[in-house]
Structures are given as C-alpha cells and as structure tokens.
C-alpha cells in the first residue's frame, strides 16, 4: 500500500457543483496531515490543516477519518477559480513529510 | 507574495555542466527543504535542513549537493545531471520545532530544470 494515495481524477465538475476527495495514508501513527492547492505550473501552497474533529473554511471542509485511515476535502458551490490540483499531505511524527500525488479538479462553467 | 524565492525560475543545461539553484525565505523560519516534482509523480523530498544542519538526507545521488549557510539560504548545486533530472525544483520553509514534521511548509515558486 503507498504512503499516501489520491484518485489523480480529474474530477470535471459543473460551477455550483459539490465536490469530494479522499485521500488514505498507510501509516496509523500519522499526526498531522494538510491539505495543499497547486495551480498549473506554480507552487503549492496551504489550503487548510486537517484537525481530529474537523474543520471548516467557507466552502471547504476537512475531515479527518483515523479509524479508516483516510481524510477528505469538501468543496461547496464550486467557483472555476477552484480549478487546481489538490495535494493531501500527511507527516507521521518525527518522520518525513508525505505529499500524494494529487486530485486534479477542472470546475466547468 | 510568497515569503520564499527560488533563482533562476528556469535553466537548460547539458550533461557536464555545473549549476546552482538559490533558495532564500523572509519569513524567520529555520527549517528549509529541497523536493523534486516529475510530471505525474508526488513530491519528492530531496533535504531538510534545521537550524543550518542537514537532518535529512533522502537517498539523493551525489550529483546533487546541497548548501545551506544560514537559515535564510538554501543552495542545491548540480553537476553532472542526467536528462531524468529534469523536473520542477522547489524550495519550502517552515518554522522549527521539536516536531519537526508538524509545521506547515510553505514554497517558493520553484526552478523547472531540463538537462539536455
């Protein structure tokens, strides 16, 4: 099993749409996962830290899921502006950091 | 915008040659990081260095030396590079702590580098 595994997609959704990633990691003792935006050609940057219980930023929510190994990313009344790849990063403790190898989204008008 | 700036943006090299990407954060932190991203492929972590110490080093070929002489600057120089080298370079910085790991890391907008 990869450290760290996301559907590539793409997930090609209408604007307004709801749209959902998961993303699983192997390694139970992980601690502290992110989930990072990457535009076409620029860098990733944070789009938000994923907590035990939860977390919302507007139209995005994370959750995390450790007894199935697993956290997700929510996407409401998607915007085209949302179009990116979404890269879920997990760094057990004292242990490198993980980054999958991304969900493509393209938010249709 | 972004806190941490990566020269040059692109660079075309042959095989014998010897380059360097530059890697410099305003942001205070002290932890710095090389990764490697290949089309199709996560991201690779090359190098971690905290507080000026090289604390990881993830079974990257000598052909790629990293060089970091104060928590402000992170160098890679590069020499003898095959043409799989090619990839997207990024720099990321974070703050230090005992867990390391836990720190959100934040990237510069990376050299795209083609060896010929």
């Known amino acids: 099993r990869k450290e760290v595994e996301q559907d590539p997609g793409p997930f090609n959704v209408p604007e307004g749409a709801t749209v959902a990633f998961n993303c699983t990691y192997s390694?139970?003792?992980?601690?502290?996962f992110f989930w990072y935006r990457q535009d076409c050609r620029k860098e990733p940057k944070l789009l938000m830290s994923?907590?035990?219980s939860g977390n919302e930023d507007g139209r995005f929510t994370a959750q995390l899921n450790r007894a199935s190994q697993y956290i997700s990313l929510l996407i409401r009344d998607s915007k085209l502006s949302d179009s990116a790849t979404y890269l879920c990063v997990v760094a057990p403790p004292y242990q490198k950091v993980t980054f999958g190898t991304g969900t493509k989204l393209q938010v249709i008008p | 915008e972004t806190g941490v700036t990566q020269t040059p943006r692109h660079l075309v090299m042959g095989m014998t040659n010897k380059k360097s990407l530059k890697c410099e954060q305003h942001?205070?932190?002290?932890?710095m990081y090389w990764y490697k991203q290949s089309a199709k492929k996560p991201l690779e972590l090359m190098f971690v260095y905290n507080f000026k110490e090289q604390t990881e080093n993830n079974s990257v070929p000598s052909r790629f030396s990293p060089e970091c002489p104060n928590s402000s600057h992170l160098f890679l120089h590069l020499h003898t590079l095959q043409p799989e080298d090619s990839a997207l370079y990024l720099c990321?910085?974070?703050?230090?702590?005992?867990?390391?790991?836990?720190?959100?890391?934040?990237f510069g907008p990376g050299t795209r580098l083609l060896v010929l």
């Open positions: 990321a910085s974070s703050q230090a702590t005992t867990t390391l790991n836990q720190e959100t890391q934040y």
């Open positions: 942001l205070g932190h002290n932890a």
């Open positions: 994923v907590y035990s």
């Open positions: 390694n139970s003792a992980s601690q502290s």
